[in-house]
């Protein structure tokens, strides 16, 4: 079980905005610790999407962003493609555990 | 652009010790922090520890008695030990660059990953 919590799967029609939730608690992102994004695309390793709650990557559309309130985190894709459908994953510091943490990830099926 | 790849086995005896290398190109491990991380076949992901260039060590508390991180001293590679496997060690394990500043790091770049089946 991951200590960032996030819904197994999420789905949008070409065009659509889907968002990601990433829930933690208050020794990881409700500790003000950044929030960070990774998309898997099948057979490949994850891939840097945000940085530090809202930055992209160089390279990476503004299609997609980040934010974060309390102890949860969301990741925004707007005007759905299909090349977005992968596996997305959260990233976060964890005081308890001294390291990082990430969300056991979502699968974003493109309608 | 800094590359990783990660090399060893790909299947390992219960019990026995699962060895992992990842080398460095296009950049100097020297100032940064490096990560070994595991994706479990039902896609989860597993933060194993890092090592820093000057050879200090955090590891996963779950993992920490079976875990070690060393790198090597020409500064080009750096590497996993992790003992006792089980088959619950089936894993793609990858490694990874910190980036970032402390308790607020990302990993960037990622190797492409190793699958390590453990089975007699």
């Known amino acids: 079980q991951s200590v960032l919590t996030q819904p197994p799967s999420v789905s949008g029609a070409p065009g659509q905005r889907v968002t990601i939730s990433c829930t933690g608690s208050s020794s990881n992102i409700g500790a003000h610790y950044d929030v960070h994004w990774y998309q898997q695309l099948p057979g490949t390793a994850p891939k840097l999407l945000i940085y530090?709650?809202?930055n992209r990557p160089s390279g990476v559309p503004d299609r997609f962003s980040g934010s974060k309130s309390g102890t949860s985190a969301s990741l925004a894709i707007t005007g759905l493609q299909a090349e977005d459908e992968a596996d997305y994953y959260c990233q976060s510091y964890d005081s308890s555990l001294s390291g990082s943490v990430f969300g056991g990830g979502t699968k974003l099926t493109v309608l | 652009q800094v590359q990783l790849q990660e090399s060893g086995p790909g299947l390992v005896k219960p019990s026995e010790t699962l060895s992992l290398t990842c080398t460095v190109s296009?950049?100097?491990?020297?100032?940064?922090?490096w990560s070994w991380i595991r994706q479990f076949p039902g896609k989860g992901l597993e933060w194993i520890g890092y090592?820093?260039?000057?050879?200090?060590?955090n590891y996963n508390p779950s993992l920490k008695s079976r875990v070690t991180i060393s790198v090597d001293t020409s500064k080009t590679h750096f590497s996993l030990k992790l003992s006792s496997v089980t088959a619950a060690d089936t894993a793609v394990y990858y490694c990874?660059?910190?980036?970032?500043?402390?308790?607020?790091?990302?990993?960037?770049?990622w190797g492409q990953g190793t699958l390590v089946t453990v089975s007699s």
């Open positions: 530090g709650n809202n």
């Open positions: 296009g950049d100097s491990i020297s100032s940064f922090y």
């Open positions: 090592i820093y260039y000057s050879g200090s060590t």
């Open positions: 990874a660059r910190h980036r970032g500043y402390s308790k607020s790091d990302w990993f960037d770049p």
